[in-house]
C-alpha cells in the first residue's frame, strides 16, 4: 500500500504557482520523498526528490516540513502542458516505487 | 532518441493467447522495473532486475508471467494464458543502480478479449 496521501484533485490558473500537498506520516529515517508526473498516455516522469533538505531544479522546488510527515510539490508558474496526474512516492534509495492514485492537476487557461 | 523504448505499443489477443512485451533500457542502466497500470490507478510494481538477475517480484507477479532479461541489456515481459483482467498498460522503467531517477517507457497498452 502507498505510504503516502495526497488529495484526489486540485485546480489553479495558468501562469499562477501550484501547491500540491502530500502526507507522509509514516515515513521512515532513510527513506526519500519522490514526485513523478504522468501526462495522459504517456508514463511517468520523474520531477524531484529529497531526503529532509529542501530542493529546487529546473522544473519544481520540493518543501519538506521539519519532522518529514509532510512535504509540498511547488510548480512556480503552472502551463496548460503541466495539466497532469502528480504521484508524490516515498522510497528507499534506488527502490522499487509505490504509487497511489496520486493527484489530478488541472491548468486551467 | 536514447530514452526507454517498448514494443509493441498496442496489443490486441484474444483471451488464452500467450503475449511477450519487449522492454529496450537507456544504454548505460543497470536496473530494469517492469509495472502494471490499470485505468484510474497508479502504476503498480511486478518486477526488477539488477543487470541479468531479477531480485525481487511482487506477488501480482503469478505463475503466468515470466520476464527475462538474459544478457542485461534488453528484457521480456511474457504472459501466457492471458485473462481479461490483465488488460492494462504495462509500463518498463530504467535507472542506474545508485540513481534515483527512474526513467520510464512509453508503455505496452495490453487488450484482452
Known amino acids: 500500500d502507498a505510504k503516502t496521501t495526497q488529495p484526489t484533485s486540485m485546480d489553479c490558473a495558468e501562469g499562477r504557482a501550484a501547491n500540491l500537498p502530500c502526507n507522509h506520516s509514516t515515513i521512515s529515517g532513510n527513506e526519500y520523498v519522490y514526485w513523478y508526473r504522468q501526462i495522459h498516455s504517456q508514463g511517468p516522469q520523474y520531477i524531484i526528490h529529497g531526503l529532509k533538505n529542501n530542493e529546487t531544479n529546473e522544473m519544481a522546488s520540493l518543501i519538506i516540513t521539519e519532522d518529514r510527515k509532510s512535504s509540498t510539490l511547488i510548480l512556480p508558474h503552472a502551463t496548460l502542458r503541466d495539466t497532469a496526474v502528480y504521484y508524490c512516492?516515498?522510497?528507499?534509495?534506488?527502490?522499487?516505487?509505490?504509487f497511489g492514485k496520486g493527484i489530478t492537476l488541472s491548468v486551467r487557461p | 532518441d536514447t530514452g526507454v523504448s517498448q514494443d509493441p505499443r498496442h496489443k490486441i489477443t484474444k483471451r488464452g493467447q500467450n503475449v511477450t512485451f519487449r522492454c529496450d533500457p537507456i544504454s548505460e542502466h543497470n536496473r530494469l522495473y517492469w509495472y502494471r497500470q490499470t485505468l484510474g490507478q497508479g502504476p503498480e510494481f511486478l518486477t526488477y532486475?539488477?543487470?541479468?538477475?531479477?531480485?525481487?517480484k511482487s506477488r501480482l507477479l503469478s505463475d503466468r508471467f515470466s520476464a527475462e532479461r538474459p544478457k542485461g541489456s534488453f528484457s521480456t515481459l511474457e504472459i501466457q494464458r492471458t485473462e481479461q483482467g490483465d488488460s492494462a498498460m504495462y509500463l518498463c522503467a530504467s535507472s542506474l543502480t545508485d540513481g534515483h531517477e527512474q526513467f520510464f517507457g512509453p508503455g505496452t497498452r495490453l487488450t484482452v478479449l
Open positions: 512516492i516515498v522510497s528507499g534509495a534506488n527502490s522499487k516505487l509505490t
Open positions: 532486475f539488477q543487470n541479468e538477475a531479477q531480485l525481487e
